[in-house]
């Protein structure tokens, strides 16, 4: 059995992996973001009652990826087996040093509370990386990069961004000590891990925050080798994003065909876009949101265009929403994508509110 948990995190990313295999279960965190005073990656390891992590991910240097990264570092200490990143060039000791004190530079230089914060987690992060070992960490770049985490036997595993062509500039941005090689900006985007995964012949993709312009570097890369992807399960690029999510990207990613669905983690407000959900729904692909999206929730009588539907089901349906401004409330809430061990796949939210589109599954 392998469970692929897209967890609330707010505006961020938060995914954790249990595979139940012949020695028992094994467990995984990619990326890990804070969610009010919680930590929803360390809540749920602890909820499925892990006590050694196969390995651990950092996607990318964007601080609603790595805040909360160092509660699940702490708290398995000693227990965690290896470490993927992007690329940061770990055994150059120079390079690495630069990266260091390019965070120094910035904590000292600013008065700004949530950067010096975000830069201190950030050397925490790269601190435990240490301590895992070289011998152990391993930074994925290229489009098919397999990977062999300790537990994970008989599921196939592979890094499938970054293209190995970002790591020169990004390299060369460090060694002239340019500080925004740690800037939140999209810019850095382009750095982001996404995984495919294979288990029992089904695929699966975790998007990271990876670019538009990435998808389709890979989708050529890959047509030349006669690859395609047949992922009928995807957590969305870049919380759904219309630019990272474009209808030419969900082609690519997605199977042709068939029971297709879409997890997104988004808070909401930023994200996910309107157009996200228009190229979904034109290719009935079902989506899961963690939060629910101020879109289509606070403005669904604007979204919702469903032919006859019953006015009461209209109002159930924006009967969740909350008006603009207000907090978002969970809409599917934590999302578990499950294979069993005979190749069935499920999807369940930690809520099952109505969607508007997954119209059908209501009366299901």
């Keep these: 059995m392998l469970s692929v948990w897209v967890l609330n995190a707010g505006r961020g990313d938060s995914i954790v992996l249990h595979h139940v295999g012949p020695n028992g279960s094994s467990f995984a965190v990619i990326d890990s973001n804070r969610h009010g005073q919680s930590t929803p990656a360390l809540r749920k390891l602890d909820d499925l009652g892990a006590e050694k992590?196969?390995?651990v991910s950092l996607t990318h240097p964007h601080a609603d990826h790595y805040l909360g990264l160092i509660d699940v570092l702490d708290a398995y200490e000693g227990n965690i087996g290896n470490f993927y990143t992007y690329p940061i060039d770990r055994e150059n000791t120079d390079r690495f040093n630069k990266l260091a004190d390019i965070c120094r530079e910035i904590h000292q230089s600013t008065d700004g509370r949530t950067v010096k914060r975000q830069i201190v987690e950030f050397l925490k992060v790269l601190q435990h990386a240490k301590k895992i070992g070289l011998e152990n960490?391993?930074?994925i770049s290229g489009y098919r990069t397999q990977l062999f985490p300790k537990g994970f036997e008989g599921v196939e595993l592979w890094g499938i961004l970054p293209p190995a062509k970002v790591k020169g500039d990004y390299f060369h941005?460090?060694?002239?000590g340019d500080v925004s090689v740690l800037e939140q900006s999209s810019d850095l985007n382009r750095l982001s891990v996404a995984f495919q995964i294979c288990y029992q012949g089904i695929e699966i993709v975790l998007g990271g925050d990876g670019t538009y312009r990435n998808w389709l570097d890979q989708e050529r890369a890959w047509r030349r080798v006669d690859k395609t992807s047949a992922a009928v399960a995807v957590k969305l690029p870049h919380h759904g994003s219309r630019r990272d999510c474009a209808p030419?990207?969900?082609d690519h990613i997605f199977a042709d065909d068939g029971e297709r669905i879409a997890a997104i983690s988004a808070n909401g407000r930023s994200h996910p876009?309107?157009?996200t959900y228009a190229t979904l729904e034109e290719r009935?692909?079902?989506p899961y949101c963690t939060n629910l999206a101020?879109?289509?929730g606070a403005n669904i009588h604007s979204m919702l265009v469903v032919p006859d539907l019953d006015p009461v089901l209209r109002r159930y349906l924006a009967s969740y929403s909350e008006p603009v401004g207000t907090a978002i409330q969970p809409c599917q809430g934590d999302i578990e994508?499950?294979?069993d061990g005979d190749g069935k796949l499920s999807v369940t939210p930690q809520f099952n509110h109505a969607c508007p589109y997954r119209i059908p599954d209501l009366f299901v």
């Design 248 to 250: 030419e990207v969900i």
């Design 337 to 339: 994508i499950r294979i």
């Design 53 to 55: 992590i196969s390995f």
């Design 137 to 139: 960490w391993e930074e």
């Design 173 to 176: 941005r460090i060694d002239t």
């Design 284 to 286: 009935d692909i079902k």
């Design 273 to 275: 876009h309107t157009e």
């Design 294 to 296: 101020t879109q289509c």
